[in-house]
């Protein structure tokens, strides 16, 4: 399938991949590289620069949960959130996982859930794959990060409220280590951290994009599942796009957030 999508992948026997990738077990036998994958090593200092840049053109950032929103006969007028009022003639949903209860708020009703994945780091690891290495059966990611390797993946379904499950964290170390033989059996618990994030997902792994339906000036960007980061720019010049008034670049339709009836 990748091939017909015009994705560039080489396949590797076992002693291709021990070549690529020395620190993975003999255990694998066969391998697919994706020589234009790209991958971001520090998705924090991402964020960061990119908060900066935003900053740096003239944006505010104003900490508030939103919970509704207000309109008079022409539009929206203002974002109701915990700390009040802000005045708005346009906004985006876009709260992730969160954003069931704001799209009902504006009478679309979309069949949002939570796919919680788990990480483990390890900090100054034994050994580290030079590039992103998935393990296809374990459904899992080793990913070389700026402070240290990071184990990742998984699919919890929990719902957005119920703790973390970290004994799933520490399943990505029980197979990371027979993945990478050469790491040590066991890590100090202060070079080991651990994290949950929600996967924002719906049915068809498709995200919600597009106007609301109680107003235009109120437009929808979630739901991007497992790949929020990846198809982050795309969704941000089509969200532009929409509160602007340009036609969007690609034809959105499918991402309707009245698909689901
Ligand atoms: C283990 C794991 C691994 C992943 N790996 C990858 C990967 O390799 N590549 C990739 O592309 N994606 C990956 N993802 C998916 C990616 O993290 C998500 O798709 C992405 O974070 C979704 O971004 P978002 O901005 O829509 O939502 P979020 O990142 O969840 O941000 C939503 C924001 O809205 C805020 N918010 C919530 N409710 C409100 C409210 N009422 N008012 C105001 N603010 C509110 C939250 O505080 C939060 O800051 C992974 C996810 C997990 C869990």
């Not at 006969?73 to 709260?95: F, P, S």
Request: proline residues 8%; glycine residues 10%.
């Amino acid at each position: 399938m990748r091939r017909e999508n015009g994705v560039e992948i080489d396949e590797f026997d076992a002693d291709e991949l021990r070549q690529l990738e020395p620190s993975l077990s003999r255990d694998y036998v066969r391998g697919v590289l994706v020589r234009e994958n790209g991958h971001t090593s520090n998705p924090l200092k991402l964020v960061e620069r990119l908060l900066e840049h935003f900053l740096r053109s003239g944006g505010e950032v104003v900490r508030a949960r939103a919970h509704g929103f207000r309109f008079d006969g022409r539009g929206l007028t203002a974002i109701q959130t915990d700390t009040g009022d802000l005045a708005a003639d346009a906004a985006i949903v876009c709260a992730g996982a969160y954003s069931k209860p704001l799209a009902a708020s504006l009478g679309d009703r979309v069949p949002l859930e939570t796919e919680r994945g788990y990480h483990l780091m390890i900090a100054d690891p034994e050994v580290m794959p030079r590039i992103p290495t998935a393990d296809a059966d374990g459904k899992f990611v080793a990913t070389p990060m700026a402070t240290g390797l990071r184990f990742a993946g998984t699919v919890e379904l929990a719902g957005l409220a119920a703790p973390p499950d970290w004994r799933r964290a520490h399943i990505l170390l029980a197979q990371g280590r027979k993945m990478l033989p050469g790491l040590a059996a066991s890590h100090p618990e202060e070079r080991i951290s651990v994290w949950m994030g929600h996967r924002p997902s719906l049915p068809d792994s498709l995200p919600v994009l597009g106007p609301s339906r109680a107003s235009p000036d109120v437009v929808y960007a979630f739901g991007h599942g497992h790949v929020g980061m990846t198809a982050a720019p795309m969704t941000g010049k089509l969200v532009a796009d929409l509160v602007t008034g340009r036609p969007p670049s690609i034809d959105i339709a499918p991402f309707a957030p009245g698909r689901f009836g």
